[in-house]
C-alpha cells in the first residue's frame, strides 16, 4: 500500500468505552493484502459497501454494538456531505 488517505473520523461515546473509526482509501501501485492479528480479530477482508449492508440486513454475521452506532454515524455525516464515501 503506498498511499493511505482519511476519509472519515468518529469517536464512539459509550457506557462501557470509546471507540474510534475510520475509513481510510488506499492507493496501491501492486497487489495488497490485509494482515490482521489472530487475538485482535475473529476475521478480516476488503467489502463492498453494498456487501457490507447485506451482512448487516441479514443478520448473518454478529456486529458489536459501538461497531454499529459507528456505521450509524458515518450514514448520518454522508447525509450531511450529500455524498458517499465508499
Do not use: C
Amino acid at each position: 500500500l503506498h498511499r493511505l488517505y482519511a476519509e472519515y473520523q468518529v469517536v464512539v461515546k459509550t457506557p462501557l468505552n470509546n471507540v474510534f473509526a475510520a475509513i481510510y482509501r488506499g492507493v496501491a501501485f501492486t497487489g495488497f493484502e490485509p494482515q490482521f492479528r489472530d487475538e485482535e480479530i475473529q476475521w478480516g477482508d476488503w467489502l463492498t459497501r453494498a456487501e457490507l449492508e447485506e451482512k448487516l440486513a441479514s443478520k448473518e454475521w454478529e456486529f458489536v454494538p459501538d461497531g454499529l452506532q459507528a456505521w450509524e454515524a458515518l450514514k448520518e455525516y454522508e447525509k450531511m456531505e450529500k455524498r458517499s464515501l465508499f
